[in-house]
């Protein structure tokens, strides 16, 4: 009981004084329940752009005080039924010039700092490293941009389960908020994002860095950030782009610099790995296997876990699948314009386009029986 | 001609010539859609009560946050203040009826058909359009449904009825003015206007180009709005919000018309300052044209273009500011009474006013960053949006229905009407800001955690403030049906204009023979 009323009490208290989550640190990394106001984040240009919204917040405020001060004293005392004369003034050049000149002046006040703050932002040079972030229907795809080694590159998706979002189990603290593979950046560097899309425009938005860029596909837009403080910050797509808009969350994973070498060397051999399966022909049980993570993991939503169709057609018994294995490839490489289908050429490599192929062909009854290697993909696509 | 009074039968309403008859079925369309889009609300207020997906999908999410918009923008407001602006511009300026009056019965009559192709597309295979009342390329051409097709004919068909409108408008304006009335004598609801359908003529033609170029990159082939074809999406964009940005003050002006014709009546005292609110409005309305890039900070626009349409966005204040002050000034030391209308009004300064803010907060770019596409946005405009043009819309209808009809509303069942849309309102909005700042952002079906507990009062609010709705529409019938007679015929004791001097109800023929205006 006194428990309960203490917590009543500080959730009153955070609630009247959003300036109360400051001492917080974890206010800083992701929004916070009954989170009434904008975190200063764990970048200079964060604190910049929230100091900045403080002082234009509290001068909004103190404005507004004033006028509705005016406005409820005059309702409040001029009331008819407490036997006020109407007064019949009307026009002063000299008050019309006060309120016409004095907000003026008080804009300049607030553009001031803006402007700085903006050339701020939009200063991205003497960048330590850059990744370009395209944005997908409906995910993102990290590319590192490495001068003097091969780039590293790997899709982000959302990892929260079809369970939690339709209700059928409990929904995890990160709900929605969470990815298969998060961005991972050095603390205390300068990152440039180059970014863009693939298909529609996304935008992306991570509160705790003050970085909202949209992605435009046909366009590289830049921004950047210098993260001043280790952590995982979360945020998400923030324009429209279609059924799931809402499912394409942003993690992005700071780690101390030593970290972060280890994390893209590892990145590195994963890839030179990937190399050799590339080149290694694989058994129709090996394909499948690998086939039905792919599946369940980029077709499933559209096609149904079973294969049984939804936003996309049925896989099973479709004609594609069951046709000719060129056909099914193209479907699979290519997408299919004017659909949903999307391009999966240059979404998966060579090794799982071949093992979701071979898996589609096999599984949900289809029992083609046949398959296709890594590098039947790879000359599929080079005989285009 | 003689006075002869309406045709009978539904002869009447399809033929009509007559302003008043134009003018109520405008208000009634608009009311209809009002709840439609209302409707839609309440499904997307739902779906958000809670976290998770409950009743909708995510598909159909998106078309109702679309619908909701449109409907909403082009159904509800626009013809709502077209309806206003048909019963009274007339009646205020001295003049029997609009300059084009044939005109004006095709401008109504046009407007149904547009409204049902686009309701009809939630019906068509695919579903109906989905890429949000703004309608981004290339979501909403090579991505899009096959219903947009049908969405972009409706969108024209709007827009000629709009342009014919406020054609009309102006040449009523212009040509019709009782001798007497010079343009600095007019009534501040028809200066609004008159500047509105300036801004009509300009950019509704805009909107149209933008939609054909989206017709042309769906149907034959071209590459507007498609990078890969050498398009730029940006372009559509730019297109969009040059139209789109006067649009917010083509919504917003002739409110500002309503509230300053109301004040006055109710603090019987004239307006503070008859001329600088002309100006204030006009100097709006130019505005209006070089800010629109306020709405595309984050695409990526030159350092250079940023600050400018940053400045040009702040400057804004200083117009509306005027306007703020102007009525504060006229109820200061007036002799102050709350009837409904003057109850919505002072709502309307109220809740307007903090709109104002939030868009002052909005327009600096660097908190834009933000801001942007977040549900702080949507608290904003649905603060200028609802408190703003509706609930000055809601005022201007209990303040001008005894005249039109001759019965009185209920005043304590208008007052409940207003305390509970007032709070409904603000539950559903206020929240709003919060999750925006939080980083929640708008048009997705569902959220995360930390967003449920503002959510779950926003719906409840939403829900509340939309009940309240169906309870103006009773007040509405029963006072046309039912009402008590208007005891004075000049209804309100400190109402000032032409509109007040003719007979209650008003007669189906006014001003056949102009007055003269002193």
Known sequence: ?384 | MGAHGPAKGISRWLFTTNHKDIGTMYLWFSFAMFLLGGFFAMVIRAELFQPGLQIVEPEFFNQMTTMHGLVMVFGAIMPAFVGLANWLIPMMIGAPDMALPRMNNWSFWILPPAFLILTATLFMEGGGPNFGWTFYAPLSTDYAPPSVTFFIFGVHIMGLSSIMGSINIIATVVNMRAPGMTYMKMPLFVWTWLITAFLLVAVMPVLAGAVTMMLMDIHFGTSFFSAAGGGDPVLFQHVFWFFGHPEVYIIILPAFGVVSQIIPTFARKPLFGYDSMVYATASIAFLSFIVWAHHMYTVGIPLAGELFFMYATMLIAVPTGVKVFNWVTTMWRGSMTFETPMLFCIGFVFLFTIGGFTGLMLSIAPNDFQYHDSYFVVAHFHYVMVAGAIFSMTAAVYYWLPKWCGKMYNEAAGKAHFWVSFIGFNLAFFPQHFVGLAGMPRRIPDYALQFADFNMWSSVGAFIYGASQLFFLFNVIRTIVGGEPVKEEKVWEGAEGLEWSIPTPAPYHTFSTPPQVK
């Open chain 1, 1 to 384: 009981m006194h428990l309960g009323a203490k917590r009543l009490f500080r959730r009153a208290l955070s609630f009247l004084l959003p300036m109360s989550f400051l001492g917080s640190s974890a206010w800083a990394e992701e929004a916070q329940r009954w989170q009434t106001n904008m975190a200063p984040g764990v970048t200079d240009v964060g604190a910049k752009v929230y100091d900045l919204h403080m002082i234009v917040f509290w001068i909004c405020v103190w404005i507004g005080v004033a006028v509705f001060a005016v406005m409820f004293y005059s309702v409040f005392t001029h009331r008819k039924s407490l036997g006020a004369k109407a007064s019949q003034f009307h026009e002063s050049t000299k008050v019309e010039i006060a309120w016409t000149v004095v907000p003026f002046l008080i804009l300049i006040v607030m553009a001031v700092p803006a402007t700085s703050t903006l050339i701020e932002i939009y200063d991205t040079d003497d960048a330590e490293m850059d990744i370009l972030i395209t944005g997908y229907q409906w995910k993102w795809k990290y590319e590192y941009i490495n001068a003097d080694s091969e780039n590293v590159s790997f899709f982000s998706n959302l990892s929260t389960s079809k369970d939690e979002i339709y209700n059928q189990v409990d929904k995890g603290q990160h709900y929605l908020l969470e990815v298969d593979e998060p961005l991972v950046i050095p603390v205390n560097t300068k990152v440039r994002f180059l970014i863009t899309a693939n298909d529609v425009i996304h935008s992306w938005w991570v509160p705790a860095l003050a970085v909202k860029k949209d992605a435009i596909p046909g366009f590289v837009n830049e921004s950047w950030t210098k993260v001043n403080k280790v952590g995982v910050y979360r945020g998400q797509c923030a324009e429209l782009c279609g059924r799931d808009h809402g499912y394409m969350p942003i993690v992005v994973n700071v780690v101390e610099r030593e970290e972060y070498d280890a994390w893209m060397a590892g990145k590195a051999a994963e890839s030179a790995k990937l190399k050799e399966l590339m080149a290694q022909t694989f058994t129709l049980d090996e394909l499948v296997e690998r086939g039905k993570a792919v599946y369940d993991k980029s077709c499933a939503a559209c096609h149904g876990l079973n294969g049984e169709g939804g936003v996309g057609k049925a896989i099973a018994k479709s004609p594609i699948a069951t046709g000719a294995m060129n056909g099914h490839l193209d479907a699979v490489v290519n997408g299919v314009p004017g659909t949903a289908m999307q391009a999966f050429g240059g979404q998966l490599n060579d090794v799982d386009l071949a093992a979701v192929t071979t898996y589609q062909r096999n599984g949900f009854g289809n029992n083609m029986g046949d398959m296709v290697q890594p590098i039947d993909v790879y000359q599929f696509k080079q005989g285009q």
